[in-house]
Each structure stands twice: as C-alpha cells, then as structure tokens.
C-alpha cells in the first residue's frame, strides 16, 4: 500500500516571500482583536528582544490586561450566578494566579496596575462569585507603594461591608494610619480576636496598659474565636511569673471544644501537684467535648469501660471515608470485649439481606473481614465463623455482585456451603 503523502507546508515559503510591512500588518491584524494572539506574540517578542524597562513595563502591563480579558466572561457569568461548574471555577483561578505570579515577579506599570484593581475592585464588592481569596489575592499583587495601598484601603473602605472593611482596618495598620485603623476598629469589638487585634496593636505601640486592659475586657466580653485572645494573656501571666492565671487561662484554652490534643498539652504543662488540683475539673467538661473526643481520651485515660461505654452508643461507620479512629479503638477493645466488639461490628451490616449498589456490598466485605478476624484470630471460634458466614453466603445467592465482591476478599468464600438450617437461623444470637 503507498504511502499517504503529506501535503506541502507553503506558510513558511509565503511568510519567506512577504515583505516587512506586510508581516507587520498581519501580525497586528490577528493580535487586534484576539487577547490570546496578543498575548502570545507579547510574551514571545519579551523572550527573544533586549527591552528597555519602559517597553519591559508596558508590555507586561499589556499582557496582564489580556489574561485578564481572557478570564473576564467566566468571572462575570461566576458572579452573575453565585458560582457555577469545577471547570470554570478552576479556569479563573488558573488565569487569576498566573497574573498574580507576573505582578509579583515583573516591574508592571502603575497604569495597568491601576486599571486592573478598578476592574477586580467590582467582583470584590460584589462577593457573589465564589473566588473572594483569590480576588483579594490579585487585589493585592497590584500594589508597591504606600499610595497604592493607601488607595485600595480607601476602596475597600468605601464599600461598607464588613469583609472589605476588615481588609481596609489590616492595611491601614500595615501602613501606619494609627487614626484610620482606629476608626475602623472601635466600630467592630465583637469577638475574641477582635479584641486580640486591638490589644496587640496597643503592645506593638508599647502601651502595656492599655493593651491588656483591652485583652481583659476580651475575656470578658468577647462571644466566641477566643484562642488568641486566651494565648496573649497567658504569655503575658507567664513572662510576669504569675503561674495561677497562667494556668486558668490555660484551663479554659483547653475546656473550650476539648479535644484529645488539648487534653494532653494542659497535662503537660501542669505539675502533678497541679494536675491533681485540674484533673476532676477537667473530666467533668468531658461530656461538653464531641463523642469521638471523649472516646480518644477515655482511652488515654485508660479507662476502658466508659470507651467501650462510648463506643456502643455511636454508630458503627458506614461511609467510606470516615476517619476510621472509631474502629482503630474497636479494635484496640476486641480483647477485653470480645462480645461486645462483636456486636458493634454486626451493627455495620445494614442491608446485609437487601438489595443495594456494588459499593455497599464492597463495605459490607469490610465489616465481614473484622467479624472475621474477631471470631477466628481472637476469639479462637473459627466454628462459629463459618456458621455465620455460610448464613450470610446462602441469604444473598441470588445476588451475583454481592457474591463477587464477598469472594474478592473473603478467602473461603467459595468453599463455603450454606446448609438448609444455616440459611433458615436467625441471628439474634450475633
């Protein structure tokens, strides 16, 4: 069979042919109108041109508004929408960062710097399209001097919304506006880190007083997203030897949604004569923290009878994806509770006897593998697994997937044959 020729490339000999001016005309014809052209031939000619800074500037200027014309419909139809598909979301925020990279790492004109904050400054105001991160960001990579944050400050300001206002009060802090950054502050002292904010701004100053007095009044009045709060006044009661307060502080740091890690950091820092005195005060918050929390330290604690205790009244996971902690400290209970373990695992074989999709028939293999493991590895009952086994196999032979997802990783699967009083028993005895 001959080979199909391939047709001749006349563009290069065309392009060889074609006087200067003609290049040029077609060239500016094709950038006139197509952002991704023009951009394309910016960077090319920036790569393969000694520039002086001024062409260097406008020509980055130039390449920024045009990624910016690119992402620009997609942003709007985002905002129109309050969001729309992973795709379209992922295409702006590539487009986003990769001006934000040029601005950072180039010497863009304070022109097109300009002109893109007055495009991006709408969307932020806005806030409906999703990418406020990323639109700070950008907002951000815009400015060098003091007048360009001065300016950004002032527009974010001028929104009176609370988000920008916050992001006007950082800047004008940044800047040393201490009068605007004032201003701003008073007009929201609602949470710990609020408080926070101010109370460090005064310590920067080095007034000591003021400062904690307005980390006091925090902990007094503040309504929530204390841990900052809490940390300053503990480092402060520390640097001062004042061990008592420390400690409270540190009390409540830890109380406040406890959690395993909390519990053991307040321990460690406490010696065992305090420990002796926080201890009971500590365990009565036990019941204030999230059941999973509470199972972790119980067993921190040893106390096996009230994990165990825990553990009954949850819900065997039955998601894929759960963390999977509550079956690690299942299994670490097999040997103490054998049956009651056992019954926790037989609590995760919901539709065992229904018809359902492959996946759940695949999480139900998981299930059988720690019944499995509990009745012939620790219990030593391997008569009793196989009982229950030949049970399950014989109620769902009329299931193929169920079959092929039990025999891809129970290994007897297939030497197991149900008999006619296996299949008809109960399970009240499981």
Request: with cysteine.
């Amino acid at each position: 069979m001959a080979k199909k020729k391939t047709p001749a490339d006349s563009l290069p000999e065309l392009l060889e042919a074609a006087k200067r001016e003609m290049l040029f005309e077609l060239i500016i014809k094709l950038a006139e109108n197509r952002t991704d052209v023009r951009v394309e031939c910016l960077e090319y000619l920036q790569k393969h041109l000694t520039l002086s800074t001024a062409q260097k500037s406008r020509s980055e200027g130039e390449i920024i508004m045009g990624l910016w014309g690119d992402l620009y419909s997609d942003l709007y139809d985002l905002d129109e929408y309050g969001g729309g598909d992973y795709d379209k979301e992922d295409g702006v925020t590539d487009l986003m960062q990769e001006i934000q990279t040029i601005l950072e790492n180039s010497t863009v004109d304070e022109e097109a710097r300009r002109g893109l904050l007055d495009e991006v400054v709408p969307f932020i105001e806005s806030g409906n399209a999703g990418m406020d991160d990323s639109l700070y960001d950008l907002a951000y990579a815009t400015c060098r001097s003091y007048d360009d944050w001065l300016n950004l400050a002032e527009m974010l300001e001028a929104m009176n919304k609370d988000w920008p206002t916050d992001h006007a009060r950082k800047i004008y802090r940044k800047l040393g506006e201490r009068e605007k950054y004032l201003e701003l502050r008073q007009k929201k002292m609602k949470y710990g880190n609020d408080y926070h904010d101010l109370a460090t701004f005064y310590w920067d100053e080095g007034n000591r007083k003021e400062a904690l007095s307005i980390a006091e009044k925090g902990m007094k009045n503040g309504v929530g997203r204390m841990d900052e709060l809490r940390e300053f006044l503990s480092d402060r009661a520390l640097e001062d030897g004042n061990r008592e307060y420390y400690l409270a502080i540190q009390f409540e740091q830890a109380v406040d949604h406890l959690t395993l890690e909390k519990y053991k950091s307040f321990k460690k820092i406490c010696s065992a004569e305090e420990w002796m005195l926080f201890e009971p005060k500590i365990v009565e918050q036990f019941d204030t923290s999230w059941a999973s929390e509470q199972l972790k330290i119980r067993m921190e604690r040893e106390e096996y009878d009230e994990a165990l205790a825990l553990l009954l009244k949850g819900n065997y996971p039955c998601h894929v994806g759960d963390s999977g902690e509550a079956l690690l400290i299942a299994k670490q209970l097999e040997e103490r509770f054998p049956e009651q373990i056992l019954t926790y695992y037989l609590s995760g074989l919901t539709q065992l006897n229904n018809n359902a999709p492959r996946k759940e028939y695949a999480r139900l293999t998981r299930v059988m593998v720690n019944v499995r493991s509990l009745l012939v590895d620790v219990m030593k009952d391997e008569a009793r697994w196989k009982v229950f086994a030949a049970k399950v196999k014989g109620e769902n032979l009329r299931k193929p997937a169920f079959q092929e997802e039990f025999g891809k990783v129970i290994a007897e699967w297939g030497e197991l044959v149900p008999t006619e009083s296996a299949v008809q028993r109960t399970t009240k005895r499981w």
